[in-house]
C-alpha cells in the first residue's frame, strides 16, 4: 500500500468529537449566558451525578483541573509534610507534584514488566512509618492492580489514592477505575477519554466526610459564604465545562467501544510486526485504550520515520519521575528502577481516539513495520 503525504494521521483528533456534541453544549451555553450561572448551578450538579452514578460511587467532586484533584484528595485523607506517598515511578509529574505541594515526599517505585503498572512487591517493600498513602495510576487505560494493594494497605493503614485520569470506564472484576480505592482523582483535560473544552477535574469517593473536605476545600474551606472552617484553595469545576462534559459523558460508552475496536484492529495489523512489542490488558481487566503503547528498540529513529510520514505519535513519558530535575534531591540515580527506565526509552504511543479510520490504521501500521524492519536489518 502506498502511502500519501497529502494526508495525515493525528495523534489524537480533538475536534471530532467536540463537532458530535456541538449543537448540545451550544444550546446550554446559550442559556447559562442569559442567565449568567457560570459558578455553581444545576448544570454542575447534574454533572456531578451522572459521573457518580458512571463510574460507581456515591459522591464525585467537581474541581478545576486533575492536578488540584489529586492535591485535594491526598489532603482529604491526611497526607501532609513529611508523609510519604508511594507511586510508580513512570506517572506524569502530577501524581508526585500533587504529593510536593502539601510538603508530602512522593516514593516512586518499579512497575510490572508486562503491563507497566505499579508493581505490589515493589510497594510492599517501600512500606516505611512515614507512608500514607498508595497512589496507583491507571495507566493507559487500564487499571493498576489495586485488589494486592489494598491487602498491603490494610496490613500498614493506608489510604489508596486513584489517580484515575487516564482510565475513565476501564474496570477490573473488583469494579471500574475510580471507585477501587479510598478516593480517586481524575481529569478531564481535552485529550483524555472524557475531555472538557479546558482543563477540569474531579474526586470521586464512597466516603461522605471524604466528600465534604474536598468540596469545602476546593471553595476556600467554606461550605457557607464567609464561613471558612479550613484553610482551603479555588479550585472548582465550572458550568461551562460541565455542559461540555454532560455531552460527552453521554456518548462516552459508543466512544470506548470505538477505541477498543481500534485496539483489536492495531492488534491483528501489528501481530507479526517485526521488533514490535504490542501491549497486553491485565488479566481480568477491561481496558478503555486511552493509549495504544507499543515498545520498540531504537525509538526515536522509530518516531521519527513515522513523524516524517505524517503519523503522528506521543511518548507517556520519556523520562521516569526519579530522573527528572524537579525530583533529582530524592537521590535516586538511574538504576534505581529499571523496568520503568527501559520501558521510558522504548514505548512508543500510536495514534489513538474514537473517531480513528481502518485505513488511518493501516497507514501506520505500514510505516512502523517498515521502520521497525529497517532498524532490524542494520
Not at 502506498?2 to 495523534?11: D, E, G, H, K, N
Not at 512489542?277 to 486511552?290: E, F, L, T
Request: hydrophobic fraction near 45%; charge should be negative; aromatic fraction near 6%.
Amino acid at each position: 500500500m502506498a502511502i500519501s503525504l497529502r494526508t495525515t494521521v493525528p495523534f489524537v483528533d480533538l475536534v471530532a468529537p467536540s463537532e458530535e456534541v456541538a449543537d448540545d453544549v451550544l444550546a446550554v451555553w446559550r442559556r447559562q449566558l442569559l442567565s449568567a450561572e457560570f459558578i455553581g448551578g444545576e448544570e454542575i450538579a447534574a454533572f456531578e451525578r451522572e459521573y457518580a452514578d458512571f463510574i460507581g460511587v456515591a459522591h464525585a467532586v467537581g474541581v478545576g483541573n486533575g492536578t488540584d484533584a489529586l492535591e485535594l484528595a491526598y489532603r482529604a485523607v491526611g497526607v501532609g509534610p513529611g508523609d510519604e506517598v508511594i507511586l510508580p515511578a513512570n506517572t506524569f509529574i502530577a501524581t508526585a507534584e500533587a504529593a510536593s505541594r502539601l510538603g508530602a515526599v512522593p516514593v516512586p517505585v518499579d512497575v510490572d514488566e508486562e503491563h507497566l503498572l505499579i508493581d505490589p512487591d515493589a510497594v510492599e517493600a517501600a512500606v516505611t512509618p512515614r507512608t500514607r498513602a498508595i497512589a496507583p495510576v491507571h495507566l493507559f487505560g487500564q487499571t493498576a492492580p489495586v485488589e494486592a494493594l489494598h491487602r498491603i494497605a490494610r496490613r500498614h493503614d493506608l489510604a489508596i489514592v486513584e489517580d484515575a485520569a487516564q482510565a475513565q470506564g476501564a474496570s477490573s472484576a473488583a469494579g471500574r477505575a475510580g471507585a477501587l480505592g479510598t478516593v480517586a482523582a481524575t481529569s478531564f483535560y481535552p485529550g483524555k477519554n472524557l475531555g472538557a473544552a479546558g482543563d477540569a477535574g474531579a474526586v470521586l469517593t464512597d466516603d461522605p466526610l471524604i466528600a465534604e473536605i474536598v468540596r469545602s476545600t476546593a471553595a476556600h474551606g467554606s461550605t457557607v459564604k464567609y464561613v471558612h472552617d479550613r484553610v482551603g484553595m479555588n479550585s472548582r469545576l465550572d458550568a461551562v465545562q460541565a455542559a461540555v462534559l454532560r455531552a460527552k459523558l453521554r456518548r462516552l460508552p459508543a466512544w470506548t467501544e470505538a477505541r477498543r475496536r481500534a485496539a483489536a484492529r492495531y492488534d491483528e495489523l501489528l501481530r507479526d510486526a517485526p521488533g514490535v512489542r504490542v501491549p497486553s490488558a491485565r488479566a481480568g481487566n477491561d481496558d478503555v485504550w486511552h493509549l495504544y503503547v507499543v515498545r520498540v528498540a531504537a525509538r526515536d529513529r522509530v518516531r521519527a520515520v513515522l513523524e516524517a510520514e505524517g503519523i503522528g505519535t506521543g511518548i507517556h513519558y520519556p523520562t521516569p519521575l526519579h530522573l527528572t530535575g524537579a525530583y533529582a534531591h530524592l537521590g535516586l540515580a538511574r538504576g534505581s528502577f529499571p523496568v520503568a527506565e527501559a520501558a521510558a526509552d522504548q514505548i512508543l504511543s500510536l495514534p489513538m481516539h474514537a473517531h480513528l479510520t481502518a485505513a488511518q490504521q493501516e497507514r501506520v501500521a505500514e510505516a512502523l513495520c517498515a521502520a521497525t524492519a529497517t532498524g532490524a536489518k542494520r
